[in-house]
């Protein structure tokens, strides 16, 4: 399939949305603002069920801001989300947002097990606590990212990696369809960074959507199938082979990525 | 000290006053908790400003000064502020922390000029009541002893304050216990409660509508310096003890009944014990004790440890 590419003068593709249930996630003109200027302008995308996409582009481009408005975490200027074809405020079940590890504060005094029990919370349900059964499956979710034994430990005292799988656990703790991760590899260990994309290949290989912000452009044909590539802009959408292509990473990138740096995550990924 | 407890003087006039403090203290030091974690402590202090305007549009309403409209007035008054700042913060694309300041200044200003304006110099307004209460004098006229209390006729005498606090603290009380899912995932993680649909803006405005009539009910009674020690002392104490939501919570209670109790007691009798014939005010004592019980954490509390420090 041929990456869509979009002009840099603003033709911008649209099509209407049609209510497709085995659609994950379909975004429709997406902006985004802080003040006057857009972080994410006009951008359409569309995560194919089953797969893992990559969300790339440099500092700044807007990546957690298209994540976070997509989902209405923060409000957005224009466009349309579905997910599985349903507007977002309909569908808050069927996904798992991860946010970025350093959004929180994690002198919070809380346990990993505390946290992973807020994925919970529409199991649990409006004004009841968490039981012994929550417990359970909370205890379950951390065994998953190898954290059972720090079930009980503040997440003050956990390492960063082990902080991002207890954010994982509560991610699984949601048992949605469609997994949003912002950065789960962000300043992890390499062991946890091979425990996260272990787990996440489970749930691919259970038929899960998945998509997450990436950094790291080395790692992005090993781990990834498809790759949105942004920079406010829509730069390019679609499967790694073709997508995540010097040509496009440059048009992403522009100058910040240097020629030989390029060519080497090209060569690494080719 | 046992004579002292049991004498009829100490049912009349100490009693009163203590339960009056420990309702207060416990009130304010219960949203205080998120308060503090949302580190958005001084809104208690703020909310003092807001509810200026809310008291002066309560009492022009009515026409009577009466505890209960104007705690729904600086309640109202709270709300108003709350939407006035997230309209200011979007429209104006400015920082939280400046739409508030703006906000909660404006609108103590406003309640400056109403009160100077309209015409309350017939009826005696007296907002620096309000603002500075006085603990020693809410006594209970009609208590000869301990038996007082099983004594219907003796209990309607009660200071209306105790009954006014303790509605306040259920009150508040319930709040947290029913919401105390969707607090504690807002405080931590706004971003991943808005993305599951946790109510976050209702819990906000509710924690600051608590924070709100907690802190009026309490001026009323015991003025504003234990207010203000008491949203931030209790919690900040209780923080250093223990690593869980829940036990903080409690340990902040137990911390502001303590400090309502000691700081009561060594204002009204220390200085006789050291030879000086005035007791010192309480108030002031309360939260002198509240601000000590903080110190005394911060150097031996089993889980203190400096802001920033490495995890292990």
């Not at chain 1, 349900?125 to 998953?144: K, M, V, Y």
């Amino acid at each position: 399939m041929q990456a869509e590419l979009i002009a840099q003068d603003g033709q911008l593709q649209s099509s209407a949305i049609g209510v497709r249930e085995d659609q994950p996630l379909s975004v429709r003109g997406l902006t985004v603002s802080y003040g006057d200027k857009p972080a994410v302008f006009s951008i359409d995308a569309d995560f194919r069920p089953g797969e893992m996409t990559a969300i790339i582009g440099p500092n700044g481009a807007g990546k957690s801001t298209f994540l976070k408005g997509a989902l209405g975490v923060i409000p957005r200027l224009s466009g349309d989300v579905r997910i599985f074809g349903r507007p977002v405020d309909a569908a808050r079940a069927r996904f798992a947002f991860v946010p970025q590890r350093a959004s929180v504060d994690w002198d919070f005094p809380a346990r990993a097990i505390d946290v992973v029990m807020m994925g919970l919370y529409h199991d649990i349900g409006l004004f009841r606590l968490a039981g012994s059964r929550h417990r359970t499956q909370a205890l379950e979710c951390l065994s998953r990212v190898g954290m059972a034994d720090f079930a009980h430990r503040q997440i003050g005292q956990l390492s960063g990696g082990q902080q991002q799988r207890v954010f994982l656990a509560r991610a699984l703790a949601q048992n949605a369809d469609l997994y949003l991760l912002d950065e789960p590899f962000a300043g992890v260990d390499a062991a946890t960074e091979r425990a996260i994309i272990d787990v996440l290949k489970d749930l691919k290989s259970l038929g899960r959507t998945i998509a997450c912000v990436h950094h790291n452009l080395t790692t992005v044909t090993e781990y990834f199938d498809s790759a949105l590539l942004l920079n406010v802009r829509k730069i390019a959408e679609g499967p790694v082979e073709t997508t995540f292509s010097a040509g496009n990473l440059q048009a992403t990138y522009g100058g910040r990525l240097a020629a030989t740096h390029l060519d080497d995550v090209i060569r690494k990924t080719g | 000290m046992i004579d002292e407890l049991l004498s009829p003087e100490f049912v009349q006039l100490s009693l009163p006053p203590i339960v009056i403090g420990i309702l207060a203290s416990v009130a304010c030091a219960l949203p205080g908790n998120f308060l503090l974690l949302r580190r958005q402590a001084l809104i208690g202090d703020a909310i003092s400003h807001v509810v200026l305007p809310g008291i002066v549009v309560a009492f022009l309403v009515t026409g009577v000064i009466s505890a209960w409209p104007m705690m729904i007035g600086a309640a109202l008054a709270a709300i108003l502020a709350i939407v006035m700042i997230e309209v200011i913060r979007r429209i104006g694309q400015v920082e939280p922390g400046a739409a508030m300041g703006v906000v909660f200044t404006t609108l103590f200003a406003a309640g400056v000029l109403l009160l100077e304006q309209s015409d309350t110099s017939s009826v005696h307004l007296d907002v620096e009541h309000a603002l500075h209460g006085n603990l020693e004098s809410l006594i209970w006229f009609d208590a000869i002893g301990w038996a007082s209390l099983t004594n219907p006729d003796a209990l309607a005498g009660l200071p209306p304050q105790i009954l006014r606090l303790a509605v306040v603290l259920s009150g508040v009380a319930i709040f947290l216990a029913l919401f105390w899912k969707e607090l504690a995932i807002s405080t931590f993680d706004p971003a991943f409660a808005a993305a599951i649909g946790a109510p976050t803006g209702i819990v906000s405005a509710g924690l600051v509508i608590a924070t709100a009539i907690a802190a009026v009910a309490a001026f009323d009674a015991v003025g504003s310096i234990i207010v203000i020690a008491m949203f931030i002392c209790p919690p900040a104490t209780a923080r250093l003890m223990t690593n869980r939501l829940d036990r903080q919570v409690a340990w902040s209670v137990v911390f502001a009944a303590a400090a309502a109790i000691i700081g009561y007691v060594v204002a009204g009798y220390g200085p006789l014990w050291f030879g000086y014939a005035n007791a010192v005010s309480a108030a002031g004592m309360i939260a002198t004790v509240s601000g000590v019980l903080l110190g005394i954490a911060c150097l031996f509390g089993p889980v203190r440890r400096r802001v920033g420090e490495a995890a292990q």
